[in-house]
């Protein structure tokens, strides 16, 4: 695509056009921003502004035309998220210097409408691409970040060999000193890893520790040639001192020789995921899948018909089975008006509780078939602003004539970090990117709800050519994983993260065998309830799809003082299987009452519920939800089972899932099985 640079001139913004070029996008323009005149450095939170005076001859050497606008706003709008969850108070902030950029960017995209992408050079900074990104989804510009979330040492190893030649032009972190303005990466490399190994100091900077100039790299036409520099001390302590090289004089130079684009492009797979996709590879040696995806059912279902219903314990709200009423489906009703009518259902049930759609965390749509994706897409973006929930979206056999079934989790925050989000939508060489309107996972309460991820190829958004089951399966993992370390990341840190329940969903029988080898080589998916089911068809034509829930480890406790204080826990595993007809598995705290648990089911002896479970009764008594995977004609006896195991209880709301297959860790084929949140 065409694209314009959001250009600082420093090593960053500059790096990243060489992906941006590698990734066959093509540069037409740059924009910068930075202080009026007159003044060299503004104190702002997104933008680099030292520099500015060297910024033209950065923009020539490109060969581009440079749009600059003066910095007019400030920092009005500091917490994490940036613009309302609410679609119609999902503008920008009046007065803050985002808005600058929006209307730097309106002005390039005017000039130049074939625009659709933007490059940015962010690295870390969660502040600054919050931001960004919301400016490009207002703009409908795609935002260009290969440098997220990278490893900033392999990072700048990668610039220098890559012949960029970059200097500091300003220091503002302990151990740097004056006397470093104006030498290279290369002159400073070993002191800025010996500086992350004394003092943890971000070795690209990250940290505002320094700020760079780029002078040449293999995208300049020409090289800068610094003619005239000063230093100015702005603040000298025993700490830090704060300085930065003003630029008076600069020439360009014809350059001698063009160096090579020749990156070095992260590997696709990390080595834990290497090794999951060479278990798959393995097993589809020894076993080959083929094309089987289960008898498609034949309908009327025989699942007994039950409404929408909900439930609340604490600060969470689950509203399960949102769907039209058969009785009401008309043959002509578009899927937008069906869509647009269960979010209206969905409302209702949610203001029961004083909530509404941007309290939601995480969502299902059910969809009976994967052609309605983008109408329906269209319509469910129209309800959601900042931070949307996490989903996962797949298509299964409704009866007839549903086209649409939800399922949530809401929950009413006291303050706004008690709901904390993470909606990456950038494309990078880190995890697919959400241009759509859902976030890659969501906290609340202490559980992480994980988008659905399929084995999309970050760069580009695309799956792999040809099919593949190894790499897709091994891509799910990684993408989980990558989601679920930055949000940790973001949100400071200081927990494990525990995988709860996971469901991975097939769209052929055959490949469970491979994908459940591949779990169970994986060690974080040994204490966790799963389960494998069979599907018609999910997103992108997808082979796989892993769904993960998370809990970050810590709860509440009184300390020696009676005091409340965060502890890190774990959570305990259950197994257990009676003959051939139950198997359980069950990730509880004791702590708490955070739970999942699995339960399969086959034949019809109800007395099959009423066994000794030891570690079940609690919870079940505080089941929040139940999500039932059954198979067509052959759930008539979950009635008396559901009775049976909530006879002392209330019974949770159900949504049921029809399904073509049902596996356990260990076992193929159940008639049914139930995943139960408690909460």
Known sequence: MKYVALLSGGKDSCYNLLHCSRNGHHLVA????????????????????VGQDAIEFVARALDVPLYRR???????????????????????????????????????????????????????????RVRVEHVCRRLSLTPLCYLWQRDQAELLDEMINAGMEAVLIKVAGIGLTAKHLGKTLAEMQQTLVKLNNLYGSHICGEGGEYESLTLDCSLFKYHIKLTETEIVIHSDNDFATVAYLRIKGAVLEQKSTDFPLDLI??????PTQQAI????????????????????????????????????????????????????????????????????????????????????????????????????????????????????????????????KLDCIGYAEKSPPDRQALHVQGLSYWAPANIGPYSQAITVDQRIFVSGQIGLVPSN???????S?????????????????????????????????????????????????????HVQDTTAPTLFVVVPALPKGALVEKQALYHTGQCLDDDDD??????????????????????????????????????CFRGSDPEMAHQDIPQLGRTLTTAHSIRLFYRPHRVQSFSQYYDCLFEHVEKPPITPIPCRFISSRDDDDWDFAMCIMGS
């Open 277 to 404: 996709y060479n278990v798959v590879t393995e097993s589809l040696s020894a076993i080959p899948s083929s094309a089987e995806n289960g008898p498609e059912p034949s309908f009327a279902d025989d699942f007994p018909s039950i409404g929408a219903c909900s439930k609340q314990l604490g600060q969470s709200v689950a509203i399960s089975n949102i769907s039209r009423t058969t009785s009401e489906i008309q043959s002509d009703v578009s899927i937008e008006e069906e869509v647009t009518e269960c979010f209206q259902l969905l409302q209702g049930h949610l203001a029961k509780y004083s909530l509404q759609l941007s309290h939601i965390a995480y969502i299902n749509i059910l969809l009976s078939s994967m052609e309605h994706f983008a109408r329906m897409n269209a319509i469910y973006a129209k309800f959601f602003g900042a931070s949307p929930p996490a989903r996962a979206c797949i298509a299964v056999d409704l009866p007839p004539p549903l086209r649409v």
């Open 469 to 521: 089951l190894a790499l897709e399966t091994a891509l799910s993992f990684q993408h989980v994983e990558r989601v679920v370390t930055a949000l940790n990341h973001n949100s400071g840190g200081g927990w494990e993260g525990h995988v709860q329940g996971i469901i991975y969903w097939l769209t052929d029988t055959s490949n469970v065998p491979h994908v459940r080898k591949a779990s169970q080589s």
């Open 461 to 467: 958004l695309s799956l792999p050519a040809p099919p």
């Open 265 to 270: 492009v992260p590997p696709l797979l990390s």
């Open 30 to 49: 740059a924009a910068s921003l930075g202080p009026e005149h007159g003044k060299e450095e503004l104190d702002s939170y997104l933008y680099q502004t």
């Open 70 to 128: 003066v910095i007019s706003g400030a920092a009005v709008e500091q917490r994490s998220e940036y613009g309302g969850r609410s679609p119609t108070q999902n503008g920008g902030v009046q007065g803050d210097e985002t808005e600058d950029l929006f209307m730097l960017l309106s002005t390039v995209k005017n000039a130049h409408p074939d625009i659709l992408g933007v490059s940015v050079g962010a690295i870390l900074s969660n502040y600054q």
């Open 562 to 599: 009676n005091d409340e204080v965060l502890r890190s826990v774990t959570p305990k595993f259950h197994q257990g299987v009676d003959g051939s007809c139950v198997h359980w598995e069950i990730s509880r705290f004791e702590e708490n009452s955070s739970a999942i648990t699995i339960l």
